[in-house]
């Protein structure tokens, strides 16, 4: 998936200004990280992409498609093209770990077989397979972070988005959270990752998009 | 690692090429589709209809609750109704010789009034007249009101001949309009003055059921609003407890309608089950009921027998309790899912 933010801001009702002037363009197939502190516009950035909110100037550009013109009706479909993985990862606790990662593909109506297949195989890629029958309760953090990727990924994603995804992770497992997207970016997935964790961000050599009070700071490689 | 899912792609991709070549056959292809398609409607249908039964049963006693809530508010006016309908049967056979009075105007002659008697007598709607002269009404009414001193200081008769015309239908709940008809022609007539149709106390008895038939419809209009609120409030707390399945639905891509519909059957759930609890409880009280008033009727000797709901009123009972059911949750359902942000 390609974005383009031209000139966007967000403005809320409070008269908080989240985001101001904010553009770059991410290449189909790009991975990059979005820096920069609490409070500096990342989530609402995510947001924007993820039409949970809508910008109050300039024009985002999904797959040449201006998300100003798609209408309520279209906000689900559009959805379905993003995975998104948050920080405090919103897993279902009435239901098993299978049924977390199916959910995405019952929503588009996938028949079982189908479903089965797929959640077992993203399930693999995360490491997790034995443990399809698990209530996500009875998970340790990292793994439970790991069924949110699986979740996030599981319908193929064009997009993937991820809100501080290692925020409450110890530096290993945070590695390896991080390795898993750079997998998921290697088979196409254009990723896109929140988060304020400099010295992870600095090993990973991706381009990084740095906010401040809700304007694009830096924007380029890390060094 | 990827080999699972490159797997996967490839057969993706032989798919799309099978759909290319089948695609000069486009009838064909849309018909697949569209069977598909329904087949995946209907399969969705079948699989939420009995999770939403499933999910009834996640809290028993609060749905119990619910569901006597809503057979109790149904099942009022579902047994007034038989109550009126078996009013309504034992009124409709009483039967009695009903007389419509012809006063004729008394400047008439004798041998006038006598001639329309006869002419009366003759229609097929008349069984027979009886004519009664000034003088015999005279006699009558001083046996019977006692003024005889009053009357006869009177210069002359102030009585009008009256013809009293029974009419060959007798006088019932369902004939009233047919003889209110007849007394209507008879009272057109050059020599009638004024005509009296004698059932009055019919007459009372058929506004008096009328009136119940009103009580009995504004009743159940407030009880099936009762019945709307109390579906809305539960599907409410269904939707308020499922907030945050609800947030992850939607931000996975799911549509309003398929978020809707689970709280819909649940609906209609509580429209079939609260509906035939009902009619349990409405064929009980009948039961109940019917035996004293077996006793009753015994007393009256009267072949007169209890009606109960009919087969098709059943069906109107359940279908009426299933689409509040379905209605009140999409009114509320619209309400909170919409109400829940994602942010």
Known sequence: MEIEFQNVGKKYESGQEALAQVSFHLQQGEMAFLTGHSGAG?????????????????????????????????????????????????????????DNVALPLQVTGADSAQI???????????????????????????????????????????????????????????????????????????????????????????????????????????? | MYKRSSSVNQKGATRQNVTLKNSKKTRIKANVTSS??????????????????????????????????????????????????????????WEQQSIISLYLFAELEDTEALALSHELSARSDVESVSYVSKEEGLRSFEQVSGYEHILSSLPENPLPIVL????????????????????????????????????????????????????????????????????????????????????????IGATDGYIRRPFLYMGLWF??????????????????????AADLIDLYHSNFELVFLSFKEFFMCLLVSSAIGVIGSWIAVNQHIAAIDLQ
Do not use: C
Not at chain 1, 58 to 82: E, F, N, Q, W
Not at chain 1, 195 to 212: F, G, W, Y
Not at chain 2, 275 to 291: E, T
């Open chain 1, 42 to 98: 990342k989530s609402t950035l995510l947001k924007l992409m993820m039409m949970i909110e809508r910008q109050s100037s300039g024009r985002i550009i999904v797959d040449g498609t201006d998300l100003l013109a798609m209408g309520k009706s279209l906000i689900p479909l559009h959805r379905r093209r993003i995975g998104v993985v948050f920080q405090n990862h919103q897993l279902l606790f009435d239901r098993s770990v299978f």
């Open chain 1, 116 to 223: 089965g297949k797929r959640v077992r195989a993203a399930l693999d890629k995360v490491g997790l397979l034995g443990k399809e029958k698990y209530n996500p309760m009875a998970l340790s953090g990292g793994e439970q972070q790991r069924v949110g990727i699986a979740r996030a990924v599981v319908n193929k994603p064009q997009l993937l988005l991820a809100d501080e995804p290692t925020g409450n992770l110890d530096p290993k497992l945070s590695a390896e959270i991080m390795n898993l997207f750079q997998e998921f970016n290697h088979v196409g997935t254009t990723v896109l990752v929140a988060s304020h964790d400099l010295a992870l961000i600095a090993r990973m050599r991706h381009r990084v998009l740095t906010l401040n009070q809700g304007r694009i700071v830096n924007d380029g490689g890390f060094n």
């Open chain 2, 36 to 93: 598909f398609v329904m087949s995946l409607f209907f399969r969705q249908h079948r699989e939420i209809f009995l999770k939403s039964l499933s999910r009834l049963l996640v809290s028993p006693l609060s749905s119990f609750m619910t569901l006597m809530v809503i057979a109790v508010a149904l099942s009022l006016p579902g047994g007034l109704y038989v109550m009126l309908k078996n009013v309504q049967s034992v009124t409709s056979q």
């Open chain 2, 164 to 251: 009293k015309v029974t009419p060959t239908q007798g006088v019932s709940l369902s004939s009233l309009d047919v003889l209110e008809r007849q007394r209507v022609a008879l009272e057109a007539l050059n020599a009638v003055e004024y005509a009296e149709l004698d059932a009055q106390w019919l007459q009372r008895l058929a506004s008096f059921l009328n009136f119940g038939r009103q009580f009995v419809y504004a009743l159940s209009l407030l009880l099936i609003v009762a019945v709307f609120l109390i579906v809305g409030n539960t599907i409410r707390s269904a939707v308020e407890s499922r907030r945050d399945e609800i947030t992850v639905m939607k931000m």
């Open chain 2, 271 to 292: 429209g079939i089950l609260g509906g035939s609890i009902a009619i349990l409880f409405i064929i009980a009280v009948s039961y109940w009921v019917g035996s004293s």
